[in-house]
């Protein structure tokens, strides 16, 4: 399998603060993306990054991508209880129409 | 845009019989998937299309699954005899080539 595999399993954290989860993958990638799932809900894109791309922001999350580790994190800045959910990273590396999902961080916000 | 919608939401079916999971995709996405979710195996790919042509089945469990693409507005995943293990959360997804995948909200299908 190529999945990408997310780090931690779970995380538990006080509102406010900030959330960083990370990704690993297998092989070359054009893309990496990260997903948002809440309870009992569909997967939510939140950010794609390409390959040739180091950092990109989008509000108050912030996703780094390094190929030589084939790594990947996003950091959710100043936390919110809304942001409670699943966060899944995907990478194209079967295909650039075909994603694999990791198996999931699981973010609980405490408020 | 309604997005993609999925029914039924919820199935609940008993062993051997035949289930029908259906999607609309959003208009002008020329690319359907659908995935299956479960606590052990996450999320698997089991198929998609592209301009309704079926592209890879690769993770199509075995042949009791089958989909079909018949025009760019509908899709179906038909199980036929569902089995226990079958028991999962099937989303399908729709994508424009840019950006990422547009989920459906799911179907909880429950084989007893």
């Known amino acids: 399998s190529q999945q990408g595999e997310e780090d931690p399993q779970a995380l538990s954290i006080q509102e406010g603060e900030n959330a960083t989860m990370n990704c690993s993958y297998k092989?070359?990638?054009?893309?990496l993306q990260w997903y948002r799932q809440n309870s009992g809900r569909g997967l939510v894109h939140l950010i794609l990054?390409?390959?040739?791309?180091r950092e990109k922001h989008s509000g108050r999350l912030r996703v780094t991508l390094d190929t030589s580790k084939k790594s990947s994190s996003l950091l959710i800045t100043a936390s919110r209880a809304a942001d409670t959910a699943s966060y899944f990273c995907?990478?194209?590396?079967?295909?650039?129409?075909?994603?694999?999902f990791g198996q999931g961080t699981r973010l609980t916000i405490n408020p | 845009d309604a997005g993609v919608i999925q029914s039924p939401r919820h199935e609940v079916t008993e062993m051997g019989q035949e289930v029908t999971l259906r999607c609309k995709p959003i208009?002008?996405?020329?690319?359907l998937f659908w995935y299956r979710q479960t606590m052990m195996r996450g999320l698997e790919l089991l198929i998609y299309?592209?301009?309704?042509?079926?592209?890879?089945d690769s993770g199509m469990p075995e042949d009791r699954f089958s989909a079909k693409m018949p025009n760019a507005s509908f899709s179906t995943l038909k199980i036929q005899p569902s089995e226990p293990r079958d028991s999962a959360v099937y989303f399908c997804?729709?994508?424009?080539?840019?950006?990422?995948?547009?989920f459906g909200s799911g179907t909880r299908l429950t084989v007893v």
């Open positions: 995907a990478t194209d590396n079967q295909g650039a129409q075909k994603l694999v």
């Open positions: 092989t070359s990638i054009n893309n």
């Open positions: 990054i390409r390959s040739n791309e």
């Open positions: 208009s002008g996405h020329d690319y």
């Open positions: 299309f592209n301009n309704n042509v079926p592209i890879d």
């Open positions: 997804a729709s994508w424009r080539g840019v950006r990422g995948y547009t």
